[in-house]
């Protein structure tokens, strides 16, 4: 069964809306920057990440895009996705939505060029480290080399890059020149 099918039969955390198609943005970079879960003014509506249904960059988008610009790319070149394919309005589920929908977030990554996972705050941190962290700002901008599926990755978790989370640009700057600099590795 394809991606889009099983998002869209998924009922495994109720009938909420979805994000089905794109389920990814493709880019060129070598890393995937993986969100929490879709906003539901966000790109279920443009089909566009970071983009709102008039076609204007989103606060994230555009913070997003201000740390990708430092290292020489922008909001519309990365590969992007959500760990969780619906909207989640309640963080308190965003654990166990996270769990659900791993599977599909594991054969996502397979079938994407990327070497290098970017992670926007606790729960695709959490979930892909297979680890209850207990403070996040103990394994931002650190490096974790992982397998999934038999694939290796290098993993770096950055602060969620809204405009109302104060360490979401500032406290990023450092952790994508290090980003930049696994990018050079990979050459």
């Known amino acids: 069964m394809e991606i889009k099918s099983k998002i869209e039969s998924c009922s495994l955390c109720g009938v909420l809306p979805k994000l089905v198609e794109p389920s990814i943005q493709l880019g060129t970079t070598p890393f995937v920057v993986i969100g929490e879960s879709p906003a539901k003014d966000g790109w279920i509506q443009s089909k566009r990440a970071f983009y709102n249904s008039s076609g204007k960059l989103q606060g994230t988008g ?19 996705t959500e760990c969780c394919k619906c909207v989640i309005e309640n963080r308190k589920n965003l654990g ?25 705050g606790l729960f695709p ?11 996040f700002a103990d394994v931002v901008g650190k490096t974790f080399e992982i397998e999934i599926n038999s694939l290796a990755y290098t993993l770096i978790p950055i602060y969620h890059p809204s405009p109302l989370n104060p360490r979401g640009y500032k406290d990023n700057i450092e952790i994508f020149e290090k980003i930049k600099n696994l990018i050079a590795g990979l050459k």
């Open 125 to 135: 941190t959490q979930a892909l480290l297979g680890t209850k962290i207990n403070k």
């Open 62 to 80: 555009r913070v997003l895009n201000n740390l990708l610009k430092n290292i020489g790319y922008s909001i519309n070149d990365i590969y992007f």
């Open 96 to 120: 166990f939505c996270t769990q659900n929908c791993l599977p599909i977030l594991y054969e996502q990554l397979e079938d994407i060029p990327c070497k290098i996972i970017v992670t926007m």
